[in-house]
């Protein structure tokens, strides 16, 4: 049986943006504000750290029932059991990370054009991350930014819910949503702010409010 998840709030981790504060210690006070999915990501941590920071998170995460997404790394997800994992289009096909993972474990996938959302190399994943909508820095090789309307566009075509990526405040939220997004995935936002709880439910809040109109 496939393992639910949530858009709505998607929070990426980013150790240099967490601080001292640290990774496991800003996921456990942001989901108190409303995060319903969490992705670790950490390009530049060891094997060894990353599943060491996994396993702690998989212990704040799952009395919550959030499930923890990997980005890249099918084989700390695998080592410690992890919900699902993200792929990027350089990354490892999707289908060849699916035969790794089974049929149940969430798959995600970025994309930033029409070719990649339109075009059969989609696989077998379990939802989208579309973007970057603005300029980021927190990843340096992102394409170039869709903005709300290339984003509308994008969602038209995507033949599976869709997640917002790149550069999202709490202020884009509604916009995003009224692009058809799913959900919208946050990383300096919530990961480097002093109140990583309020930051939050900053964004929930506006979801909860758009989606009730």
Same mark, same amino acid.
């Given at each position: 049986m496939a393992i639910p998840f949530d858009l709505s709030l998607y929070l990426i981790t980013d150790a240099r943006l967490a601080g001292p504060r640290g990774v496991v210690e800003t996921v456990r006070q942001a989901i108190s504000g409303g995060v319903t999915l969490v992705q670790l990501r950490d390009p530049d941590a060891s094997t060894r750290s990353l599943i060491e920071t996994a396993e702690a998170l998989l212990g704040v995460l799952r009395p919550h029932g959030i499930p923890l997404i990997i980005n890249d790394r099918v084989d700390v997800a695998l080592a410690v059991g992890a919900e699902g994992v993200h792929v990027g289009q350089s990354d490892m096909p999707t289908d060849k990370v699916r035969a790794l993972i089974g049929p149940d474990r969430i798959l995600g996938l970025s994309t930033s054009t029409?070719?990649? *959302? @339109?075009? &059969?190399?989609?696989? %077998?994943?379990?939802?989208l991350g579309i973007g970057p909508l603005f300029a980021t820095?927190?990843?340096?090789?992102?394409?170039?930014?869709?903005?709300?309307?290339?984003?509308?566009?994008?969602?038209?075509?995507?033949?599976?819910?869709? *997640? @917002?990526? &790149?550069?999202?405040? %709490?202020?884009?939220?509604?916009?995003?949503?009224?692009a058809g997004a799913d959900g919208v995935s946050v990383v300096s936002a919530i990961m480097a702010a002093e109140d990583p709880a309020q930051a939050a439910r900053d964004f929930a809040e506006r979801i909860e409010r758009y989606r009730a109109q």
């Open positions: 029409f070719a990649q *959302v @339109a075009g &059969g190399d989609l696989g %077998p994943a379990d939802y820095p927190t990843k340096t090789n992102a394409s170039t930014p869709i903005g709300f309307d290339g984003l509308a566009e994008l969602v038209a075509r995507a033949p599976l819910p869709v *997640v @917002a990526i &790149g550069g999202i405040k %709490p202020d884009h939220v509604e916009r995003a949503l009224a």
